[in-house]
């Protein structure tokens, strides 16, 4: 929540001060890993060992899918 929270403060000052974006494929994905941390967390009141590993193999998932965002589809 403290990463919607701290890129929504951050995108809105982008849009006011009418600053530059070329960031489009790495917000994309911390939103996406947002998302699915998110959803695990909010239907469960434990957290099961397997939960563990689903967050550890996010991180080169998002390393991957930032890497072909930026250079497969040509994403800034």
């Given at each position: ?6 890129l ?16 489009s ?14 959803a ?5 009141t434990t ?12 991180y ?7 890497y ?9």
């Amino acid at each position: 929540m403290n990463n919607v929270l701290c890129l929504s403060v951050f995108l809105a000052l982008v849009y006011v001060r009418g600053l530059t974006w070329n960031f489009s494929s790495e917000v994309l994905v911390i939103f996406l890993v947002c998302v699915i941390m998110g959803a695990l967390g909010s239907f469960r009141t434990t957290f099961p060992l397997w939960t563990c590993f689903v967050a550890f193999l996010l991180y080169p998932l998002s390393l991957v899918l930032v890497y072909v965002l930026d250079y497969v589809f040509g994403w800034s």
